[in-house]
């Protein structure tokens, strides 16, 4: 496990997080857009692509393939404002974190340019299929199976909690290729309107269908749309979560409820309530820091796995811990119909806040990925 060195940002950084925060004022004032709860926010191509245009999607990605060939940390801070408005970021958000990089890294030139480009405008959405049902998240014994058919390969299983496939462009899956449990596993690119995939999604307790189950019935594809070598799945997996989950997603779904929260007059005539805030802020502002260090080894060429999984087990039990402490200085219990948006929104995170410790792996497997990070140092 690295060490996690502290830094703070460079007088450019600042101009760009000026920018951003500029746009957003403009392009998103209050009440004139649905609230989402971090990287749950709406589906909305039209803003993806708007701030495509901008350069702030696809910012990590090689210039050479339509990407802004920009830095982690740059990238952070957009993301940073883009959470904080609780702003419509589903459609191109899956894509832009993860799916994109990895397809630079370890896809073919071809891949490269027929799908970075339109990552890079906003124009694909990706989907990531990991989760199986009776896996959890022990990714290695997912059971979904390619086989060699002809000039390429057969898909058939299943996968679930598949966030925002019904909305996707592409399925960026994992897929076991041999019985060895982790050298047997592969990654393919499949076209969400593939013969034979039926995207199917689950009413979750709060109204929304963001997660889908993935059903694939001989799903052909070429060999082309294969990701990196034969048997090399479980390492882009991994290199995958490192951007999954040390991400300022992993502590900023519950932004936009804790600053109306702590611009409320309850919590300015309430001692109590601004000694929970104080604590609040204070633990995302070391969150924040974690994350930018993070970022600042992704753009020095390291994996940070181990440190990624850190963030996340401690981030997202404290994103659930402040869900709680809102919800009891709310005074009663929210009202998911309510026509406060604010209101409506702790009512949505009351409801969705337990899967936050279970989506991107659960506590105990970041337990353990954290405890082999500290056993090679």
């Given amino acids: 496990m690295k060490s996690l060195v502290p830094t703070?940002?460079?007088?450019?950084?600042?101009?760009?997080?000026?920018?951003?925060?500029?746009?957003?004022?403009?392009?998103?004032?209050?009440?004139?857009?649905?609230?989402?709860?971090?990287?749950?926010?709406?589906?909305?191509?039209?803003?993806?692509?708007?701030?495509?245009?901008?350069?702030?999607?696809?910012?990590?990605?090689?210039?050479?393939?339509?990407?802004?060939?920009?830095?982690?940390?740059?990238?952070?801070?957009v993301v940073e404002e883009l959470l904080a408005r609780g702003a419509p970021v589903g459609y191109h958000w899956v894509a832009d974190r993860q799916s994109g990089p990895s397809i630079a890294r370890n896809g073919t030139e071809e891949q490269r340019r027929r799908l970075l480009p339109g990552i890079a405008r906003g124009e694909l959405s990706f989907a990531i299929g990991m989760s199986e049902p009776d896996s959890g998240s022990d990714l290695a014994s997912v059971r979904a199976r390619a086989v060699r058919h002809r000039d390429g390969w057969l898909i058939n299983g299943t996968k679930i909690w598949t966030s925002?496939?019904?909305?996707?462009?592409?399925?960026?899956?994992?897929?076991?290729?041999?019985?060895?449990?982790?050298?047997?596993?592969?990654?393919?690119?499949?076209?969400?309107?593939?013969?034979?995939?039926?995207?199917?999604p689950i009413p979750f307790i709060d109204g929304t269908l963001h997660f889908c189950e993935l059903s694939f019935d001989g799903v052909y594809v070429p060999d082309t749309a294969r990701l990196g070598h034969v048997g090399a799945g479980w390492g882009q997996n991994t290199g995958e979560l490192a951007l999954e989950r040390g991400g300022v997603d992993r502590w900023m779904s519950l932004m936009p409820v804790l600053e109306a929260w702590a611009r409320s007059p309850e919590v300015r005539a309430s001692p109590v309530a601004q000694v929970d805030l104080g604590r609040v802020v204070s633990r995302l502002w070391a969150f924040?820091?974690?994350?930018?260090?993070?970022a600042r080894l992704v753009d020095a060429g390291e994996s940070p796995v181990a440190e990624a999984a850190l963030v996340k087990e401690m981030a997202t039990r404290f994103e659930q811990e402040s869900v709680e402490i809102v919800r009891r200085h709310f005074g009663r219990t929210p009202d998911l119909g309510s026509d406060d948006p604010w209101e409506s929104l702790l009512a949505r995170a009351v409801l969705v806040s337990p899967s936050w410790t279970i989506r991107g792996g659960t506590t105990e497997i970041l337990r353990s990925v954290i405890a082999k990070g500290l056993v090679s140092r």
């Avoid at 749950?40 to 701030?51: I, K």
């Avoid at 924040?288 to 993070?294: D, H, Q, V």
């Fill in 8 to 77: 703070t940002l460079s007088s450019a950084e600042r101009a760009l997080q000026r920018e951003v925060r500029a746009f957003l004022d403009e392009r998103l004032p209050p009440g004139g857009h649905p609230l989402g709860l971090g990287m749950s926010g709406e589906v909305d191509p039209e803003f993806s692509r708007d701030l495509a245009a901008r350069g702030w999607v696809g910012m990590a990605l090689p210039r050479e393939y339509g990407g802004g060939g920009r830095t982690a940390v740059e990238r952070q801070i």
């Fill in 164 to 200: 925002g496939a019904a909305t996707a462009t592409h399925v960026l899956g994992l897929f076991r290729t041999s019985e060895d449990r982790r050298g047997g596993l592969t990654q393919f690119i499949v076209d969400a309107g593939a013969a034979g995939l039926t995207i199917s």
């Fill in 288 to 294: 924040r820091g974690m994350s930018l260090s993070i």
